[in-house]
């Protein structure tokens, strides 16, 4: 039995003061919950996020960083800052890097390596735009992207990270994938894993993403192969994230 694991994405939301209120309804509400929880915050809050979550339930993370590891590289974050500032988690390949910043497949995966290589744990995302879906291309999309991957890091580095699936449709969109539809391509992504390593397969947690809210999280949660949620837009609504975490 896998665990759940919900983590929120603030995205480019938050101020110091709006920050404070929901860091703390949010530890005010997640001790009765047996879902592990994370959020990714921006960077400038990872101290924030460090000084009032250390200690808790409750682990955080980044939602981007370098591929390098320092140098002359403006305006950029290595791993080893997210390390310094306690950093669990950082999502790698979300589809808003992919489509306004020109991440590719490879970018991603170098991405992902760096990640693990400083200790940190990937929150790897795959998912096809709406034109891809109707074109039937799902598959070979999701397929495409986790290949990269595995093609430079390996399955067993699986056993060190996190996938979500975010089919880009979904996204902030207020159109969920049924559970059918999510369940389908879950499915997929961890028949591709254990096609490599079944071990690794059984264990690896696959996170779904898109519009996910208190009203949909039970039903998603509840199929076989969906094990939490990456939550962007409701991890703002503490009471929301608390009943999505809830869920799990
Ligand atoms: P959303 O975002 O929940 O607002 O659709 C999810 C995400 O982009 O991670």
Request: charged content about 15%; aromatic content about 6%; some cysteine.
């Amino acid at each position: 039995m896998r665990r759940t694991f919900v983590a929120g994405n603030w995205k480019m939301h938050g101020t110091l003061a709006a920050n404070e209120a929901l860091l703390t309804a949010i530890l005010a509400g997640i001790a009765d919950t047996k879902t592990q929880v994370a959020l990714c915050v921006p960077y400038p809050y990872l101290s924030q996020a460090q000084s009032r979550l250390a200690g808790t339930a409750v682990a955080w993370g980044a939602q981007n960083l370098s591929q390098h590891a320092k140098g002359a590289y403006t305006g950029e974050v290595s791993a080893a800052m997210l390390n310094d500032f306690g950093c669990r988690y950082v999502i790698v390949g979300h589809s808003e890097r992919r489509a306004l910043y020109g991440e590719s497949d490879d970018l991603v995966a170098e991405k992902y390596a760096a990640a693990q290589a400083a200790g940190l744990t990937p929150i790897l995302c795959l998912g096809e735009t709406l034109n891809e879906r109707e074109a039937c291309l799902t598959e070979q999309v999701v397929g495409r992207q986790l290949a990269a991957v595995l093609a430079r890091c390996g399955a067993a580095s699986l056993a060190k990270a996190v996938i979500a699936y975010e089919p880009v449709w979904a996204i902030g969109s207020g159109l969920t994938a049924t559970p059918d539809q999510a369940q389908a391509v879950h499915a997929f992504i961890r028949g591709q894993v254990r096609a490599m390593d079944a071990a690794v397969a059984e264990g690896l947690i696959i996170q779904y993403g898109g519009s996910v809210k208190a009203a949909s999280a039970a039903e998603l949660f509840a199929q076989p192969d969906i094990d939490g949620g990456l939550v962007g837009g409701a991890s703002l609504d503490a009471d929301e994230f608390l009943a999505i975490c809830k869920a799990g």
